[in-house]
């Protein structure tokens, strides 16, 4: 079984969101929107198909990475998050919260033995493909 596949995000804290947004637009070139930027690329088994990478700055006081105490948190693509899982549980990773599922992915929350919170998401990549063609950092 695979485990992680790539990056799908980059997450940290800033003290004016919409501020780094507007900067990094301005002065390198990302598309923004309001959860950041969407990076899009080809993946490497299958070139044919495009892969999505999210780049967040988040609020100062956001919890989203707690219990971590760290200023940013990473994501993980995985290929089949439910039996990544069971495997991770049985391996005796600590596992923060349920598995959440939107129309985008499966997203669930697991820590590193240095207390970083990862997020890893099973994605389903063509919802973004369908939303943000043409408004990508590509």
Do not use: C
């Not at 999210?54 to 439910?82: C, H």
Request: net charge negative.
């Amino acid at each position: 079984m695979k485990r992680v596949t790539g990056v799908g995000g980059i997450f940290y804290k800033s003290k004016d969101p919409q501020k780094a947004r507007e900067w990094y637009g301005k002065h390198l070139g990302l598309v923004t929107n309001q959860y950041g930027s969407l990076f899009e690329f080809r993946q490497g088994n299958d070139p044919e198909k495009i892969g999505y990478l999210q780049w967040s700055p988040m609020g100062a006081d956001t919890d989203y990475y707690a219990p971590s105490k760290n200023e940013f948190m990473i994501n993980y693509r995985v290929e089949n998050l439910v039996e990544l899982l069971k495997v991770l549980k049985d391996e005796g990773v600590e596992i923060v919260g349920k598995m959440e599922e939107y129309e985008y992915g499966k997203f669930a929350w697991i820590m590193d033995p240095e207390g970083h919170k990862i997020e890893l998401w099973e994605p389903i990549d063509s919802v973004f493909t369908k939303e943000y063609d043409g408004q990508t950092t590509r």
